[in-house]
T-cell receptor
Framework: GAGVSQSPRYKVAKRGQDVALRCDPI?????LFWYQQALGQGPEFLTY????????KSGLPSDRFFAERPEGSVSTLKIQRTQQEDSAVYLC????????????FGQGTRLTVV | AQKVTQAQTEISVVEKEDVTLDCVYE???????LFWYKQPPSGELVFLIR??????QNEISGRYSWNFQKSTSSFNFTITASQVVDSAVYFC???????????????FGRGTSLIVHP
């Protein structure tokens, strides 16, 4: 497709369950970002990839959060043993070059932990 | 450290009014980039504009205009003759530049919710 695609769009998880969120960036985009957006807040940075290399994971809130991009295209954000505070929209973005070009965002995955 | 402040949490206007959304930023870098994004109810962040720190020219795109003032560290966004379809949350974002060796990662403000009533 032409844009960034995220799946699933909605996910309900029971507390303690593991979840995996997928991001298909725009083809050819080098940079890929994951953000977490709580209700009524701005997106908060989680992690950044340049091709398959995870260059910054300083925003991951705990060691329960793990992201990968093994072939430099599709990325997966995994959350282990989900907690209620993990409930948020998880946004993925990609950009063409590893510079300050604009990032294009997907529609996000809304995660609700019950 | 980078920081973006959008002091207006919510703005409510009637259609055809002009409205300005404020954005104030903090950075120690001399090279940086500023962005505005729109987030409609569907949730996807839509890119509106990108401006680098060396270009202080104001920009106009249809009903949208942006006023970048380094002296006050502000990058305000004005919608002229607002329409109901402009209702959304608008985010200002900042990233530090390549030459500074800093992060390329955009930092977002908390957003301003714009409600345009018919």
């Amino acid at each position: 497709g032409a844009g960034v695609s995220q799946s699933p769009r909605y996910k309900v998880a029971k507390r303690g369950q593991d979840v995996a969120l997928r991001c298909d960036p725009i083809s050819g985009h080098v940079s890929l970002f994951w953000y977490q957006q709580a209700l009524g807040q701005g997106p908060e940075f989680l992690t950044y990839f340049q091709n398959e290399a995870q260059l910054d994971k300083s925003g991951l809130p705990s060691d329960r959060f793990f992201a990968e991009r093994p072939e430099g295209s599709v990325s997966t954000l995994k959350i282990q043993r989900t907690q209620q505070e993990d409930s948020a929209v998880y946004l993925c973005a990609s950009s063409l070059l590893h510079k300050n070009t604009e990032a294009f965002f997907g529609q996000g995955t809304r995660l609700t932990v019950v | 450290a980078q920081k973006v402040t959008q002091a207006q949490t919510e703005i409510s206007v009637v259609e055809k009014e002009d409205v300005t959304l404020d954005c104030v930023y903090e950075t120690r870098d001399t090279t940086y980039y500023l962005f505005w994004y729109k987030q409609p109810p569907s949730g996807e962040l839509v890119f509106l504009i990108r401006r680098n720190s060396f270009d202080e020219q104001n920009e106009i795109s249809g009903r949208y205009s942006w006023n970048f003032q380094k002296s006050t560290s502000s990058f305000n966004f004005t919608i002229t003759a607002s329409q109901v379809v402009d209702s959304a949350v608008y985010f200002c974002a900042l990233s530090e530049g390549v030459l500074s060796g800093g992060s390329y990662i955009p930092t977002f403000g908390r957003g301003t919710s714009l409600i345009v009533h018919p």
